[in-house]
């Protein structure tokens, strides 16, 4: 009863756009996992070859590959001499045959010499195993003694007559050569001039079925607004776009549906997709990456900043900073010092301020108590000629700053405050002690950064 019940659920979810989301997903599945087959072909064939036979007899007119006539006429060659010459012949049984040995030695001679001018090896990408051939063979006949100058010359004397050598060395070609030229081909060329390739007829009906998604999901993002203009669903499906140009050269780009299809898996509610194992453990090591990456900037970072403190190139960089801007910054302190003089509010405020100290002035100090005045005369006065005063200066120093003269003389305090400011942070105690705590700062950082989170033993100890 419960499976029936997760049928019928099952079932429910599945929703035609669910449907249309699930087939296409697992045509780009199929379709990337040919376009990577079909770019690793050639560099997987010797493997094909010797261990999957039959996905070359497929797959090898797809790309227009044929049996090479002339190492294949060689290994017909050898195969006849094998035929002949078995392992254990001696020179007396192959001398009655030396009219038929002969002429295919001679032959065998021919081709190796058009090898070495035509290097047929070379169009099917298997040159190392041209020279691994060589190799073997030259290993051979420096085994019987005897030492070639050149390639051709040791060919020349590996098929030369010797009935007491003969059987070894075709022993040898056969364990050590024969798959070389076995799996070594021809590729003809197209009416274009370009090499053979039918892999277009594979990817036809993959790119008709992506078309018509592509321009039925552009119709319907339009038709339901899903963009502000209608020319952007284009420009945010792009891949999609250049994947369905009918080129061979705009097929990688199809390799990136694969992040489409991760996104489609994950939206589907049908897949585990996003929180399976494959998924943790990539995301995991991402971000163990992520994090060694940035730690080693950072550190970078600060061990440099440090360096610069220590050698108090940051004097420097102060100076340069603030210099520049030392006018500025005086211009603009006499502005605010000239707003609040004149800002009503403020002033009240200060007053209010000038009134409690003046209160506390009148009960503490010693000289206001030896007058020889009640205190409910002197309070008042003290208080009336601090406000006086306060006023006074306030309105004078407004004033003055209205004028011309005024604000260039309050301008050129502030100028030498910033510089003293400066002064403080470049040299003496304040320096030292700034410096001191920079370099403090740096190294908690540095440590902290040092440690690898991502090898913590527990969530807390990696928040920690």
Known sequence: MGLLTRFRAFRRRLTPRLLWDLLMVYLATINV????????????????????????????????????????RYLELTDELTAIVPPTSTPEDLEPRRGEIEPRLAELRVLSREMLEDSPFERSGQTRAFNAVKAALGTELRIEGLQPRTAGEGFELYWSWDAERLPARLARFDSQARRHFAINFYRAYDLGGKLTDHFWLIDLPFLVIFTIEFYTGWFLAVRRKTYAKWFLYPILNWYDLLGIIPLRQFRLFRLIRIGSIYVRLRRSELTSVGDDFITRTGTYIYN???????????????????????????????????????????????????????????????????????????????????????????????????????????????????????????????????????????????????????????EEISAAVSVRKWAQPDEAARLE
């Open 33 to 72: 996992g040919l376009i990577l087959f079909d770019l690793t072909y050639l560099w997987l064939r010797p493997h094909y070859f010797r261990h999957l036979p039959v996905v070359t007899r497929i797959y090898d007119p797809v790309k227009g590959i044929e049996s090479h006539p002339l190492t294949s």
């Open 288 to 442: 163990i990456i992520a994090e060694e990456i940035s730690d080693i900037v950072a550190l970078r970072i600060l061990s440099e900043t440090a360096e610069e403190v220590r050698d108090g190139r940051h004097k420097q960089i102060i100076r340069d900073t603030v210099e520049p801007h030392r006018d500025a910054l005086a211009n603009e302190l006499t502005v605010r010092t000239r707003d609040v003089l004149a800002n009503a509010d403020l002033r009240q405020q200060a007053r209010g301020f000038l009134d409690a100290n003046l209160e506390r002035a009148v009960e503490s100090a010693q000289a206001l108590r030896r007058l020889p005045l009640p205190d409910r005369v002197v309070r008042p006065l003290v208080i009336y000629i601090g406000q006086a005063v306060f006023d006074s200066i306030a309105d004078t120093m407004a004033a003055t700053l209205e004028s011309e003269e005024g604000r260039e003389a309050l301008q050129s305090i502030l100028a030498q405050t910033v510089d003293g400011l400066v002064d403080g942070l470049t040299d003496g105690e304040l320096e030292r002690i700034a410096r001191e705590i920079s370099l403090a700062v740096i």
